[in-house]
């Protein structure tokens, strides 16, 4: 008899599944700590692949957009860039599968090829947009930004030496210093 409750018990277990959105989560914590909040999920929500991982956090560091927002569901530019150059990073650097790819994000394999032909075409027709992906493959590994830049058929391999140096780190001229 116990058996018998304990199965009810599963299958009801199974059937009302509660699922959470994020935002709905972080309602839940005190305001005060959802930054640690926000650091502890996305540590949890890491993919099991470590390339995946490097490529996440790149993508999540160069373009000032959280790993939470990549893999969610928000339509702000900013993030659909971020996602769609994530994407097309992991189809061309891995050997996964769209539809693994899509899995890792929460999306259909639809959305992969979307992105990758999107993020081609932007490279192809958009300056402004070529130049954020080049400086994303800029600070790549070397392996990675070979394929990217094969993958868009860039025959020039000292492409990247001027996307290379950070802004930040460029020393005035001699002649302006006081």
Do not use: W
Not at 97 to 118: F, M
Not at 131 to 142: S, Y
């Amino acid at each position: 008899m116990a058996a018998s409750n304990t199965n009810e018990a599963a299958t009801i277990l199974k059937t009302n599944k509660m699922r959470y959105t994020y935002k709905d989560l972080v309602d839940m914590v005190p305001s005060m700590r959802r930054a640690e909040f926000t650091n502890v999920y996305e540590y949890l929500h890491k993919t099991s692949d470590p390339s995946d991982n490097y490529l996440l956090e790149k993508t999540s560091k160069h373009f000032q957009v959280s790993v939470t927002q990549i893999k969610s569901k928000r339509k702000f530019a900013d993030v659909v860039l971020a996602r769609q150059v994530y994407l097309t990073a992991v189809k061309v650097c891995t050997t996964k599968t769209l539809a693994e790819i899509a899995r890792s994000i929460d999306k259909d394999h639809a959305t992969v090829c979307h992105a990758i032909k999107t993020v081609k075409s932007d490279y192809q027709h958009n300056a402004v947009r070529r130049n954020k992906i080049r400086h994303f493959i800029a600070k790549l590994d070397i392996t990675k930004q070979e394929l990217l830049l094969d993958f868009f058929d860039e025959r020039n391999p000292n492409i990247l030496a001027a996307y290379s140096v950070d802004a930040d780190r460029v020393a005035a001229p001699s002649g302006l210093e006081a």
